[in-house]
């Protein structure tokens, strides 16, 4: 006896079914390979949202209703040549704030000792928060009871670049990796140098080194050689008295 045959009706409901089928199976697959939002979610605090937001806690501290300090903005670029700047501070305890110009803000450190030109001696530099580039011509005092009060000096400021010439991208990667080697060109500072990042927990604590080449001199103490300001020859006790154009800003923790 010969199988029925299936009636025209049969074979449409049959491939529709076979059809409907295949469709869903395809969904699936694309569901499968699409990325998920758990994925692609990036978590607060992270090294994106970080650096999606410079100078985040540069303004977090301050309270700008109340401070001259220049509010955290990244400019636009003007010229090739990238900036550094050091602030003498005689906030809770003495120390000189070595601020490097890279993407949009200043990267900073405070050296407790100051810088030294003997290439043999190591330097502390702990690394604190972004600074804006407008905070580069500050000098002046900061009030007592205010975060970072004290008297600020502009004790040396100028131009820098990588060592090896690579340019921006070469510091980017330095800065990164926590070997970061530069070329000084400032009125008292000058010649090659290096941060290099330590490996211990907390805040980022780094030492500052100067490389043997014709500006190291392990015979002078550079600190105690200039003790005026590089732009309007005053003392720090000058500054702290108001003398010479002395302007204070007010800040908040």
Known sequence: MSPAKKSPARKRATTRTK???KRGATRKTATARKPSATRTTVKKGSATTSSARPLAE???KRDFARTKEPEGRVPKKHGKALQFVIQKHAASHLHYDFRLELDGVMKSWAVPKGPSLDPSVRR???EVEDH???YNTFEGTIPEG???GGTVMLWDRGTYEAEDGG???SLRRGYAKGDLKLTLAGKRLRGSWVLVR???PGRPQWLLIKHRDGAADPTRDVTEDHTTSVVSRRTMESIAAGKGGE???RSNR
């Open 247 to 249: 302007r204070a800003w």
């Open 132 to 134: 804006p580039i407008s």
């Open 19 to 21: 059809s409907a089928a």
């Open 146 to 148: 205010e975060y970072g």
């Open 167 to 169: 340019g921006v991208e």
């Open 124 to 126: 502390l530099a702990m």
């Open 198 to 200: 330590m490996k211990r």
């Open 58 to 60: 540069y303004n977090r």
